[in-house]
């Protein structure tokens, strides 16, 4: 179990540094990109756990509202799960929107009726 952690968390990290090369301003010097590089990666380590645990939460509450109210179920899903899973420079930045809770789309069906 914790080499899967490990190996997870390398993956993560691996991931974001390689997002935030990407994603970099030419306008910004070197130490910036690093400290917006490194805010990303900590961001993402600390708040990663806590979006898993909202969602797998959200999953559990909305099997017990599937029985009353599938397409609840279904909206409770889209809300708990959906929305940033990762802090990037430019959720740092204020470029890019950053939301906990995501939202159900307007025109998605929540759940198929028969």
């Known amino acids: 179990m914790k ?8 993956l993560l ?5 390689s997002a935030a090369a990407a994603g970099s301003d030419p ?3 070197t130490p910036e990109q690093v400290a917006y590089g490194a ?5 993402t380590v600390v708040y990663a756990p806590f979006k898993a645990a909202f969602c ?6 909305s099997a ?3 029985i009353v109210s599938p397409p609840t179920a279904g909206k409770i899903v889209g809300a708990s799960c959906r929305g940033t ?15 906990f809770v995501g939202e159900v789309r307007p025109g998605e069906p929540a759940a198929k009726k028969k």
């Not at 080499?3 to 390398?10: M, N, T």
């Open 3 to 10: 080499w899967v952690v490990i190996l997870l968390l390398g």
């Open 13 to 17: 990290l691996l991931g974001q540094s």
């Open 27 to 29: 306008n910004e010097s």
């Open 39 to 43: 805010g990303s990666v900590l961001g």
């Open 56 to 61: 797998i939460l959200g999953a559990i509450g």
């Open 64 to 66: 017990f509202t599937a």
């Open 85 to 99: 899973w990762s802090i990037t420079p430019d959720v740092l930045k204020g470029k890019e929107k950053f939301q």
